[in-house]
């Protein structure tokens, strides 16, 4: 009974490594932040597509509009693209692949 309670038992379990537990967490603190920039380029884009191309709402969109938001959205894809591509870069570089 006494071997279910001691200490050696617990620190030789692989889940509760401190220098891998460390290290899983850090990665997960830069997998949120990554996440946190993409959602926040993601909303400064749509905020600047809105303002760049939305005059004055209508009941329908106009041609000049419509290209406006069309090239937006494709500039936003090409962006969203690079980083996605950066993340996936950091993410190898940092796993050692």
């Known amino acids: 009974m006494s071997d279910l309670y001691s200490g050696d038992d617990l620190s ?10 460390d290290a899983e967490f850090q ?4 997998v949120e932040r ?3 920039k993409l959602q926040a380029q993601i909303h400064e884009f749509s905020d600047i597509c ?3 191309c939305m005059d004055k ?6 041609s000049k509009t419509e290209t406006c938001l069309v090239n937006c959205v494709n500039r936003f894809i090409d962006v969203s693209l690079l980083i996605t ?8 570089k ?4």
Do not use: H, V, Y
């Open 12 to 21: 030789s379990s692989p889940n509760l490594g401190g220098k891998e537990a």
């Open 27 to 30: 990665q997960f603190l830069l």
């Open 34 to 36: 990554e996440r946190a």
């Open 50 to 52: 809105w303002e760049k």
């Open 57 to 62: 709402p209508g009941s329908k969109l106009d």
């Open 85 to 92: 591509n950066r993340f996936s870069q950091m993410l190898q």
């Open 94 to 97: 940092n796993s050692g692949f």
